[in-house]
């Protein structure tokens, strides 16, 4: 029992919060400081400084031969990383990669991979060394300049840091995802970079628009344009910033008027196979017309990819398009985060300068300390050796007399006041250093030593003295390693807008959309060999537009319960004139009772043109065009055209005017009351406003139709429709004018007995149309308005309809055609 107890003493009892909380945080720092960030003064994570330190041990330097990667990698692992041989050959290969390192810090031979995104050969197939800037990053790392530690099995040690004779995290960039962490810092050009920390090593607080006279902005390996120097502005200050980076394009004329676009630069880690595959399905599914191939060209000198145009296509547009929806631009995130001080920390340049300065700083004195250490060894000992020289008889008779070398050095040290180390060395000495020869040069050695000795203490006691060594060493880099810059930086970002005419044929068609909702359009073709009336319709549909228009214009819907629906034109089905259309319930859900009450084409939705919406429960208002522009989600919604105060309110009536000055509009209503006033007494509001009070309506009235019409312009004719079947026509302009929200006047005569009470207005733009009165019990009569005279107020027309074996009213139509020319029906 006792030994059962003392088993379970040992068990710790823990939570799994506590548990998970403690190994995940364990976990989440290592992945941050040991493997996905990089180090802010050398520029790299663990596993590249473990590959590069591993090569530099084993003599597999930029001078030598190259040797097998697979070898390298298990001497990496063996030694320094306990990882998987694919995580340590990738970092390999991405260090060799001239097209995602600025500065590649390994040289291969074989296949490496592609910008294609094509795999590298096995590491058992490739060989490696360091590249000649590689070893600028470990120079000195043998004069204790850097901490050494512990490898993970304690056989060997590493480094923490490389010494960096250049500031690597700038000049290759570096990208990483860790826990709660990711980095994206771009590579830039190493001239400007080190020019902007020679500038730093004076100014240490110099501003960012300072520092950016140096460091224009990233230079990629790629090449390619940036703009938004804003955004670039804030990376730099920040640590976080977006740029956009697009490719390099111009535009070359081919014979027979056809035009090309080739790319010589794509933007950084873009895919070029992916680019390319994706720009051919472009032309493939036919999004844009006038592509005609797309070829990639690129060989052994250079990236070249070719789009080839049609005939008459405008490139600009085209490259446009292209630039909006392939990689061929891309927006480029800056998130500058780096290990500085054992932790993550989101930085800027001066800050990440700073810090690579201050490295160097610290490295240049460990390195000053060692060589000073060293030649005041040696300056000690070749002290000695010329004393010894000097006196040279007597030390050899000392040193003959003594029993062996010990005893030798014993006596020297007494006789002749000699130290240790230096009767170390004396003892040591061969009979050949002992001619003329070599007291001289151990003279001038003693100079050279002791003029070292002062140099090294002005290093390591005047700031001045350090920071021209500092200054001399980086542009010694400078001048041996500058390229000439390969992006250009551009001020702003251009705005991307694609012209309607490169996405869409334009195509002359007619279309069509019915009181129901059914859309199409129809070719001049098939509409030319069709009668109009022969338009596909369901039974008591009718059309409510029919219109010749350009397959890049608009067409614009308001529903009844207010909303409004854009369609293009070219994405309205193209269905042939005898067939039904495609309902719109299909794209966007409509309410059971919702209905289309007007149709309207635009080429352009512009402030000079208003909208005017007239309710049945008695308001009205106006609404720039502009307000209509499709949304976003057009294709799947409806958006609001006007608000509508009550689930019983619906819009009647919409008018497109150009302006409102001296257009009238006439409201006439069920209790037969007529108002006209002038349309600038309305105002101009917003999609989303409900208007304002069009006309004073009794407790149990409505507004059964409103029409704008301009009094200049001759009559105005209205059929007005009883409940009884009894028609009547009017001229709005035989009513004053008065004002908006009166009651008006009376429209019939009221009688005592079945009084009339209107249900239908018919606006008569031309009294030559006929139109088809429809009643409640389907009962159908042909109404042409040029076989009425006017009536005057006091009038209730005559009867067309007996309202109790017909119905009363409920609906009006004319038959809609479209003159089309002879050509264009053969085309």
């Known amino acids: 029992m006792t030994d059962m107890t003392k088993e379970r003493a040992e068990v710790q009892e823990l939570t799994l919060e506590e548990v998970m909380g403690d190994r995940f945080g364990r976990y989440s720092k290592y992945i941050i400081q040991e493997r996905a960030l990089p180090d802010i003064r050398d520029g790299l994570k663990p596993v590249q400084r473990r590959i590069l330190y591993a090569m530099f041990s084993e003599g597999n330097t930029q001078d030598k031969g190259f040797r097998k990667s697979a070898k390298t990698v298990g001497n990496v692992i063996g030694n320094f990383h306990p990882h998987g041989d694919s995580s340590v050959y990738e970092a390999m290969v991405r260090m060799s990669q001239d097209w995602k390192m600025k500065t590649p810090l390994i040289d291969m031979h074989g296949n490496n991979g592609s910008m294609d995104g094509d795999p590298p050969a096995a590491m058992r197939y490739t060989e490696a060394r360091l590249s000649k800037i590689a070893s600028e990053l470990l120079k000195d790392i043998d004069k204790e300049t850097v901490e050494l530690v512990l490898n993970f099995d304690d056989t060997t040690n590493e480094p923490t840091v490389l010494p960096a004779r250049f500031p690597n995290l700038l000049v290759n960039g570096a990208t990483g995802i860790s826990a709660g962490y990711a980095t994206d810092i771009p590579p830039h050009n190493l001239k400007e970079v080190i020019d902007a920390c020679v500038y730093l090593v004076s100014h240490p607080n110099a501003s960012i628009d300072k520092l950016m006279d140096f460091i224009k902005g990233p230079d990629f390996p790629t090449g390619g344009i940036i703009q938004g120097v804003k955004g670039l502005k804030s990376a730099y200050k920040t640590g976080k910033g977006k740029i956009v980076v697009r490719s390099r394009t ?155 070398k010990s005893d030798a050095k014993d006596n020297i040290i007494k006789a002749y006041d000699f130290t240790a180390m230096q009767a170390e060395a004396i003892v040591s000495l061969q009979l050949y250093r002992l001619t003329n020869t070599d007291i001289t040069q151990l003279q001038k050695e003693a100079e050279e030593l002791n003029a070292r000795i002062d140099e090294y203490n002005k290093i390591l006691t005047d700031e001045k003295t350090l920071n021209n060594v500092i200054r001399k060493e980086l542009k010694e880099i400078g001048k041996t390693y500058a390229q000439d810059r390969k992006t250009v930086i551009e001020e702003e970002i251009e705005e991307l807008k694609v012209e309607k005419e490169v996405l869409i044929a334009e195509e002359e068609v007619i279309v069509s959309v019915t009181r129901d909702g059914y859309l199409k359009r129809t070719s001049l073709r098939s509409y030319g060999a069709s009668s109009p009336e022969e338009i596909g319709l369901k039974e008591g549909d009718y059309s409510l537009f029919t219109e010749k228009m350009s397959t890049l214009e608009q067409v614009v819907l308001f529903t009844s319960r207010g909303n409004v629906i854009n369609r293009p034109v070219h994405e309205i089905p193209d269905i042939k004139w005898k067939d039904l259309g495609h309902h719109i319930s299909q794209s966007i859900g409509l309410e059971p009772n919702e209905k289309i009450i007007a149709a309207f084409g635009l080429d352009d939705f512009s402030d000079k043109q208003r909208f005017v919406f007239i309710t ?78 069009s006309i004073n309506l009794k407790k149990t009235d409505y507004v059964v139709n409103g029409i704008v019409f301009n009094p200049e312009e001759g009559n105005k004719s209205i059929m007005l429709l009883t409940h009884r079947g009894a028609v009547k026509k009017m001229n709005a302009k035989d009513f004053d004018l008065i004002s908006r929200a009166k009651r008006g006047l009376m429209v019939l005569r009221e009688l005592k007995n079945k009084p009339h009470r209107v249900s239908l207005v018919i606006d008569v733009d031309d009294d030559q149309n006929e139109w088809t009165i429809v009643t409640d019990k389907n009962a159908r009569q042909l109404l042409v308005p040029k076989d009425y005279s006017y009536s005057d107020r006091y009038s209730n027309g005559s009867f067309i309809f007996d309202e109790d074996s017909d119905g009363t009213p409920v609906d009006a139509y004319k038959a809609k055609t479209v003159e089309i020319e002879k050509e264009e029906k053969e085309s």
Request: aromatic share 6%; net charge positive.
């Open 250 to 404: 111009e535009i070359e004329s081919l014979r027979g008027g056809k035009e090309q676009i080739v790319i010589t630069e794509v933007p950084y880690e873009v895919n070029k196979a992916t680019l390319v595959r994706k720009m051919d399905e472009i032309r493939l599914n036919k999004k844009i017309e006038g592509i005609a191939d797309v070829r990639d060209e690129t060989d052994r000198t250079g990236l070249r990819i070719v789009i080839e145009l049609k005939k008459d296509t405008p490139a600009a547009g085209i490259l446009t398009y292209l630039f909006k929806n392939t990689d061929l631009q891309v927006s480029y995130n800056l998130n500058m985060i780096a290990i500085s001080d054992r932790r993550p920390q989101q930085v800027g340049i001066r800050e990440i300068l700073n810090a690579y300065l201050k490295h160097k700083r610290d490295v240049i004195i460990k390195r000053t300390k060692f060589l000073l250490s060293k030649d005041k060894k040696r300056a000690h000992i070749v002290e000695g050796l010329i004393k010894a020289i000097s006196i040279l008889d007597q030390v050899i008779k000392t040193i003959r007399q003594s029993a062996n």
């Open 616 to 693: 049945r429960e008695g308001y009205i208002k106006q609404t720039l065009a502009s307000e209509y522009e499709p949304k976003r989600t057009y294709r799947s919604r409806s958006a609001t055209a006007i608000k509508l105060k009550s689930a019983t309110d619906e819009c009647l009536s919409v008018y497109l005017i150009d302006d409102d000055s001296g257009l009238d509009v006439f409201l006439i209503t069920h209790l037969g009351f007529g108002l006209r006033y002038n349309l600038s007494e309305v105002s101009t509001v917003g999609a989303g406003a409900s208007g304002v009070k």
